[in-house]
């Protein structure tokens, strides 16, 4: 996959204090990428860079392989973003406020915006106002109108602060539908763990300005698989009983007394085997090393939910 937008060793300082420091990131065209960490951290720093709402103060940014400055606005418009609350007319409804919007910015075009509605599911929305709709419906209209100038990179800052699960459940079904079916990407950020690792293809994890980690779910996944961890003198006669007795392949030896096995066997019929071929056993037990125990040890932060 193309590297669509890179950051190069982005800072911010504030009154001589960095709050952004270093950041390499790198988002693939297409994916989900979910930028996590506690607040704070830096994510809207960082993402106000991206979309030149605040100058870095070193570093620079790459989108579609070009460096972006102050005057990147062809650039720019590849670009859409919901950074902070979108703010509406209250008495109007979704589609006068994006043709006033429209008429605004100057794009005023009624086809991306039907469009836009279409995709968000406020098309039949038509006679409410917006001051009656729901943080979630509020939240899809800022989708919609960051929508309507067909951006290829979609920005969002913690979009789903403050939605119910109903809420939280349509906006990841936008998500997903904006990279699946239009080949968008998205950039969206969070404090929540469980919301990110449900729809991101890539995570970038933020921890006092300091970009942690970035890396594929899959392999987060795959590394945080459960298995069952071996300890004992006897590691070869151990492994002759995994491979002869029980038939297992997928394990390895950690160190000369530590075995983790991966297949799927059961403890007891584990322990049953060892014992009968007399390997003295030091300790034989499951390990789910979850997701969140990850990310909790990677910042030492409790923070994540
Ligand atoms: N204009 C500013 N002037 C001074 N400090 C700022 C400014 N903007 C942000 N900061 C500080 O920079 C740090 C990072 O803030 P930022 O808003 O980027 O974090 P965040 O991860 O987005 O958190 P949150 O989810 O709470 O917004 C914070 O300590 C914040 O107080």
Do not use: C, W
């Given at each position: 996959m193309t590297t669509i937008l890179r950051t190069w060793e982005l800072t911010k300082e504030y009154q001589g204090k960095e709050v952004v420091s270093g950041v390499n990131m790198n988002i693939k065209q297409g994916e989900i990428y979910g930028f996590l960490g506690p607040n704070g951290a830096g994510k809207t720093t960082v993402m106000k860079m991206i979309t030149n709402l605040v100058k870095p103060t070193e570093g620079f940014i790459e989108f579609f392989?070009?460096?972006?400055?102050d005057h990147s606005y062809e650039l720019l418009k590849r670009m859409g973003c919901i950074i902070e609350n979108p703010v509406f007319y209250d008495k109007l409804t979704a589609r006068e406020n994006l043709q006033l919007h429209g008429e605004y910015m100057g794009y005023y075009n009624v086809?991306?915006?039907?469009e836009a509605l279409e995709l968000v599911k406020l098309k039949d929305v038509d006679k409410k106002p917006v001051k009656q709709f729901?943080?979630?419906?509020?939240?899809?209209?800022?989708?919609?109108?960051?929508?309507?100038?067909?951006?290829?990179?979609?920005i969002l800052d913690e979009p789903i602060n403050g939605l119910d699960p109903m809420g939280i459940k349509e906006m990841r079904e936008v998500f997903r539908m904006l990279s699946r079916?239009?080949?968008?990407?998205?950039?969206?950020?969070?404090?929540?763990?469980?919301?990110?690792?449900?729809?991101?293809?890539?995570?970038?994890?933020?921890?006092?300005g300091i970009l942690l980690e970035e890396?594929?779910?899959?392999?987060?996944?795959?590394?945080?698989t459960p298995y069952i961890e071996l300890i004992t003198g006897e590691s070869g006669k151990a492994v002759y009983v995994l491979e002869h007795k029980l038939g297992l392949t997928n394990f390895k030896?950690?160190?000369?007394?530590?075995?983790?096995?991966?297949?799927?066997?059961q403890q007891l019929e584990l322990n049953k085997a060892l014992i009968e071929a007399d390997?003295?056993?030091e300790s034989l037990s499951k390990k789910n090393h979850s997701l969140e125990d990850h990310f909790v040890e990677l910042m030492g932060w409790g923070g994540i939910a």
């Open positions: 392989g070009v460096s972006m400055t086809k991306a915006m039907e729901s943080l979630g419906m509020k939240q899809r209209l800022g989708i919609a109108r960051a929508l309507m100038t067909k951006p290829e990179l979609l079916e239009y080949g968008m990407t998205l950039l969206i950020s969070s404090h929540l763990l469980g919301e990110v690792e449900q729809v991101a293809d890539t995570i970038g994890v933020i921890f006092e890396v594929a779910m899959d392999r987060i996944r795959s590394r945080n030896m950690l160190n000369p007394r530590t075995i983790r096995i991966y297949d799927a066997v390997v003295e056993l």
